[in-house]
Structures are given as C-alpha cells and as structure tokens.
Nanobody, 120 residues
Framework: QVQLVESGGGLVQAGGSLRLSCAAS????????IGWFRQAPGKEREFVAT????????YYEDSMKGRFTISRDNAKNTVYLQMNTLKPEDTAVYYC?????????????WGQGTQVTVSS
C-alpha cells in the first residue's frame, strides 16, 4: 500500500512557475513508478509525465516536454513536477499516482489532487 499526498498547487499568472510535490507514505516507495496526471473542468484526465523507481527513466506527454520536469528524491519519499512557462490551458487538478510498472495501463494508487490555476 502507498498513500500519496499532492501539494504545491495554487494561483499563478501566465508565464510563471510552480513546483508540485507528491509525498508518499507506506511500504517500499522506491519500488514504484510515479506518474503525474491532470484533469481540467469538463475534460478527461490527461497524462502529464512519469518517472521510474530510481529516476532513471522519464516519459512526458509531448505537449509538456520542455516546460515540465519530473524528478524524485527517494530519501524524502517525494516526487516533484516542476512546471515552467505556465499557460491558462494548464489550469487543472493535478494528481500523482503510483504503480509497480513503468507506463502501466492503469495506476494502482492515487492521491487526492492539487489545484493549479493559471490566470491570463
């Protein structure tokens, strides 16, 4: 079992930056791939990025490449999502999720989400 708690969301102007955190507790965090997803009002959930258990592999949705960076600190049981040059269309609830596989069809564990709002 892994419990995930997201933080770091908030209101930011277009062009600004935010760093989201996904703090994990529970058993064997280092065995898990962690992914970030987002869901905007009225839209389906969207994949953002994922990182392997040791940080050796990352994968991004094409539209996020170059603006978002995923990283992890296993000593702190935390995964980060650095978001730069934010746009109003990045407004969404951002979720982190955990799974033992890299790029699974469906992740096993989910956090409650953190709201990111980008004003124009």
């Amino acid at each position: 079992q892994v419990q995930l708690v997201e933080s770091g969301g908030g209101l930011v102007q277009a062009g600004g930056s935010l760093r989201l955190s996904c703090a994990a507790s529970g058993h064997s965090f280092t065995l898990y791939t962690i992914g970030w997803f987002r869901q905007a009002p009225g839209k389906e959930r969207e994949f953002v990025a994922t990182i392997s258990w040791n940080g050796g592999r990352t994968y991004y949705e094409d539209s996020m490449k170059g603006r978002f960076t995923i990283s992890r600190d296993n000593a702190k049981n935390t995964v980060y999502l650095q978001m730069n040059t934010l746009k109003p269309e990045d407004t969404a609830v951002y979720y982190c999720a955990a799974d033992r596989q890299f790029l699974p069809h469906e992740y096993d564990y989910w956090g409650q989400g953190t709201q990111v709002t980008v004003s124009s």
